[in-house]
């Protein structure tokens, strides 16, 4: 799968590969890599779907409306539908983590 940067304005530093999705025969979800460099994050955002998310490697945040969720290898986390967020690499490693999304993104 090639890594392709997330041009979306507001990201820094953030490259996605679309694992599976609806071109590989899956019906309803599609899995994505993310990969964020040093200093580097994702736009603070929000949109009706939600996400599932597993960490993979390095150290990061969950920046939300009115908290920060620290990020370590092997967390879990939910972001819901209409949930403004943002993650955010805060190591020099790079911030490698899985997200989930329903394929017809509502």
């Known amino acids: 799968m090639e890594a392709r940067e ?12 679309w694992l599976i999705s609806e071109k590989d025969g899956a019906p309803n979800f ?10 580097g994050y994702t736009p ?19 920046v939300l409306e009115d908290k920060t969720v620290p990020l370590n ?5 939910l972001v819901s539908g209409e949930e403004n967020h943002q993650f955010k690499n805060v190591s020099q490693e790079k911030l490698i983590f899985l997200c989930l999304v329903p394929n017809k993104m509502l």
Not at 6 to 17: H, L, M, P, Q
Not at 30 to 39: H, S, W
């Open 6 to 17: 997330v041009k979306e304005s507001g990201a820094v530093g953030v490259t996605i590969r």
């Open 30 to 39: 599609a899995m994505r890599l993310f990969e964020v460099e040093a200093d």
């Open 44 to 62: 603070f955002h929000h949109h009706k779907w939600e996400h599932e998310v597993f960490i993979l490697e390095g150290k990061g945040s969950l």
């Open 73 to 77: 290898k092997g967390d879990a986390v």
